[in-house]
C-alpha cells in the first residue's frame, strides 16, 4: 500500500516481467546442478583435468547425485502456476515459430516474429529436457550395474559418453546467446526486461 | 471481434495484432521434440553395440592421422584415460623407488628400480580393456614376472593370496595366489616400449593382462602375501573382485588373452 503511494506520483518505467522469483529459481538450481554435472563429467573424462583433479570416487559421487537431483527443480517448479504456463507456452508452437526458425536457418536479416519464447528457445527447452531423461536413464544403468542385462550397460555407457558431449556444445550455444543478450540476462537475474526489448525480440508476447 | 460469431472466429487474420491474439495455442511441438529425444535415446541404446563398433573403426583410423590429438577426446577415440583416487601422487625415480614384498614369505625383500631392471625381463603385447568401456589395442608392457619375485622371497604354504599396495597412498589390489602366479601378470617397468611414465603409474606398476585395466595398479610400492584375498579399493567400491575381461562386472567384452 506503501509503496503504491510512494510510486505513484513518478512514471518509473521498471520494465515488463517477464518470469517470477519462483521461474528464476527454477532456471538458478537447474543451471547450478548441471554445472556441476558438466565439470565433474569433465574431470572424469578429460585426461588433463582427471590428472589435475584426480579424486576420483568422490567426483564420481558428486556426478552421481548432481545428476540424480537434476530434474527436481523442474519437477518442484510445477507447483508454480507461471511456471506451468510457460511450460505450456514453450510446449505450443504457432505460425510465427516456422518463420522465426526458417529466418533462424538462413541467417536472414528480416523480422523474426516471436511470443514470449522464440522458437529457437523452444527447441532448446524440449530438446534439453529430453536429453536430460536420457542422461539420467543411462546414467543408472550405469550406476546400478546389477539391475540391468549387462549388453545394456555398455549400450547406455556409449549413449551416455555421446550424448554427454552433444548436451556439452548445446549447452555452449544456450550460454553463448545469454551471454550476447544482456537484456535476456537481466530478465532472469531480476525478472524484468525492458519495453524496448520486448518489443525487438518478442514483438508477439503480449505481457 | 466478437469471437462469439463463428465467422469472425474463422476469419484470417487482417492484422498482426489479430495474428498475435493467441500465438501460444499452436501445436504440441515441444512435447514431440522431448519424446522424440527420448525416443532416440532408447533407440541409441539398442543400436549401440553396431553404432560403436562402427564408430571404433572410424576413430581408430582417424586417431592414427590426428596430429592434433584431439579424437583422443572423444569417446571410444582410442588412447589410454588416466585415473587416479587420490587428489595427488608424489613422483618416485630411480634413486627413492623402492618395492618391498613382505607377508606370508620367509625372505622379505625390498627391490630399487635397478634391482628390478637387473631381473629376466618379459615382453607381452595385448590389448588393455578398462572396465569404463575403453580399450587401447597391442599395447607393449614389459618387466619382471611377478611369480619369480614371490619365488625369490619363498611363499609359505599358508599363504593363499597376494595383496598390492601403492605409493598413492590410496589404492589396493589383490589377486589369488594361483593368478599371481600366472605367467602373464608382470611387475611392469616398461610401457609401449617407453619407461612407465609417472601419469600411466611409473616407475612401476602391476600388470595383470587377463583382467579389467583397473587390477593393474599404478605406482605400485608394496606386494603383500596374505592368507586370504581382501579386495582392493574399486572392489570395495563393487567391482568384481576376480575380475576377468569378458567374464566379470556385467561386461562381455572380448578377452584380452
Known amino acids: 500500500m506503501n509503496q503504491r503511494l510512494e510510486a505513484a506520483p513518478v512514471q518509473v518505467d521498471t520494465g515488463v516481467r517477464r518470469f517470477t522469483a519462483a521461474e528464476r529459481w527454477i532456471h538458478r538450481t537447474t543451471a547450478a546442478l ?16 582427471a590428472e589435475l583433479v584426480g579424486r576420483r570416487a568422490l567426483v564420481v559421487t558428486l556426478h552421481k547425485w548432481t545428476g540424480l ?16 504456463a510457460d511450460v505450456g507456452r514453450l510446449n505450443r508452437w504457432g505460425p510465427h515459430d516456422r518463420l522465426w526458425l526458417r529466418a533462424a536457418r538462413r541467417r536472414a536479416p528480416g523480422p523474426r516474429p516471436a511470443a514470449k519464447f522464440n522458437a529457437g528457445q523452444k527447441l532448446y527447452a524440449a530438446w534439453i529436457a529430453g536429453a536430460t531423461l536420457v542422461m539420467l536413464a543411462t546414467g543408472l544403468m550405469m550406476w546400478f550395474t546389477h539391475l540391468t542385462p549387462l549388453m545394456w550397460r555398455t549400450s547406455a555407457t556409449f549413449v551416455h559418453d555421446w550424448l554427454a558431449l552433444t548436451i556439452g556444445i548445446v549447452l555452449a550455444g544456450h550460454i553463448g546467446m545469454a551471454l550476447g543478450d544482456p537484456e535476456a540476462r537481466r530478465g532472469l537475474r531480476t525478472g524484468s526486461v525492458s519495453r524496448e526489448w520486448v518489443e525487438r525480440e518478442h514483438p508477439l508476447w503480449r505481457p | ?5 463463428p465467422e469472425a472466429r474463422e476469419a484470417p487474420a487482417e492484422h498482426p495484432e489479430d495474428e498475435a491474439r493467441e500465438p501460444e495455442r499452436g501445436a504440441p511441438i515441444g512435447r514431440r521434440v522431448l519424446l522424440g529425444t527420448l525416443g532416440l535415446g532408447a533407440l541409441g541404446v539398442v543400436a549401440a553395440p553396431v553404432l560403436q563398433r562402427g564408430m571404433e573403426s572410424f576413430l581408430g583410423e582417424v586417431g592414427q592421422k590426428d596430429p592434433t590429438g584431439l579424437t583422443g577426446l572423444l569417446p571410444n577415440g582410442g ?26 614369505v620367509d625372505k622379505p625383500t625390498s627391490y630399487t628400480l635397478a634391482d628390478l631392471r637387473a631381473l629376466p625381463q618379459t615382453r607381452m603385447v595385448k590389448d588393455v580393456q578398462c572396465v569404463t568401456g575403453w580399450r587401447v589395442p597391442d599395447t607393449p608392457f614389459e618387466g619382471v614376472r611377478l611369480s619369480e619375485l614371490l619365488d625369490a622371497a619363498g611363499v609359505r604354504s599358508s599363504a593363499g593370496a597376494v595383496r598390492f599396495t ?3 597412498g590410496a589404492y589396493s ?12 601378470v608382470l611387475v611392469a617397468l616398461r610401457m609401449q616400449d617407453k619407461d612407465i611414465s609417472h601419469n600411466h603409474g611409473g616407475p612401476v606398476r602391476l600388470y595383470v593382462a587377463p583382467m579389467y585395466f583397473y587390477k593393474s595398479a599404478k605406482w605400485l610400492s608394496g606386494i603383500e602375501v596374505t592368507e586370504k584375498v581382501e579386495p582392493g579399493y574399486w572392489e570395495k567400491r563393487g567391482y568384481d573382485i576376480d575380475a576377468w575381461v569378458g567374464r566379470s562386472n556385467g561386461r562381455d567384452d572380448e578377452p584380452t588373452t
Open chain 2, 166 to 168: 601403492c605409493f598413492d
Open chain 1, 69 to 84: 537431483l537434476l530434474p527436481l527443480p523442474v519437477l518442484a517448479g510445477l507447483a508454480s502456476r507461471a511456471f506451468r
Open chain 2, 173 to 184: 589390489e589383490s589377486l589369488t595366489l594361483e593368478q599371481a602366479r600366472r605367467a602373464d
Open chain 2, 79 to 104: 588412447g589410454f584415460r588416466y585415473y587416479s583416487v587420490v587428489s595427488s601422487v608424489p613422483r618416485k625415480t630411480a634413486k627413492n623407488y623402492r618395492l618391498t614384498v613382505d607377508g606370508l
Open chain 1, 34 to 49: 548441471m554445472g556441476i554435472c558438466v565439470v565433474t563429467a569433465a574431470c572424469l573424462y578429460v585426461p588433463a583435468l
Open chain 2, 1 to 5: 471481434m466478437n469471437p462469439e460469431h
